[in-house]
């Protein structure tokens, strides 16, 4: 079972639509029981960084969050879940994250059309199982405001560029971040989520 943390931020519907297409059971919870006693866990994310990890706090969903990403359960953050789980974010002021990978998320430049709304293509860094099965220059689907902008360049697995290079894909071991939305993506959001879906034992 796949916990997809419910903490009032996220498009569950076509998130849990796609699991289903790979018969990867999920459930939306806010508790940490049942996160705690799942297989694998997703962070999805809409919204204002500042308000989700206060709606986080106030649940209580980041401690165990962290908690069980530390324990290598595989958990996967999309768009602004992916965002949380950084160090700082400056959307707004300047607020802490999860800190479950080192780095900031700042503003994207204002050299291109703010939000980024719309497909980019993937660049791949790196060759892991991730991005299996996902051919060079695929186009994704992204809609955000802000973007990882100092990161370790070692959990880099694919960039997109708009305005300079933004992280799409990061992992550090059992941890994976994706800014775009990959249940928006077609096939190969599909595929992403199905080798995520191939971490869990």
């Known amino acids: 079972m796949i916990a997809i943390v419910d903490y009032g931020a996220g498009n569950i519907k076509s998130l849990q639509f796609a699991l289903n297409k790979h018969n ?69 002021g300047s607020w802490e994250g999860l800190g479950l990978l080192k780095g900031e998320v700042s503003r994207i430049t204002d050299s291109v059309k703010v939000p980024h709304m719309g497909w980019n293509t993937l660049n791949i860094k790196q060759d892991n199982p991730v991005v299996e099965g996902i051919e060079e220059e695929t186009y994704v689907y992204f809609v955000h405001s802000y973007a990882v902008s100092s990161y370790e360049e070692n959990t880099l697995t694919a960039s997109t560029n708009y305005g300079g290079t933004v992280p799409a894909i990061v992992q550090q071991k059992n941890i994976i971040g994706m800014q775009f939305h990959p249940e928006k993506s077609g096939a190969a959001g599909l595929r992403l989520l199905q080798n995520f879906g191939e971490m869990i034992s």
């Open 24 to 92: 990867l059971e999920s459930t939306l919870t806010a508790d940490p029981e049942v996160i705690r006693d799942s297989k694998a866990v997703i962070v999805p994310g809409v919204g204002a960084f500042k308000d989700a990890m206060d709606s986080m706090n106030k649940l209580e969903l980041g401690k165990v969050i962290k908690e069980e990403a530390e324990k290598g359960k595989p958990t996967l953050g999309i768009c602004l879940g992916m965002q949380l789980f950084y160090e700082k974010s400056f959307e707004d």
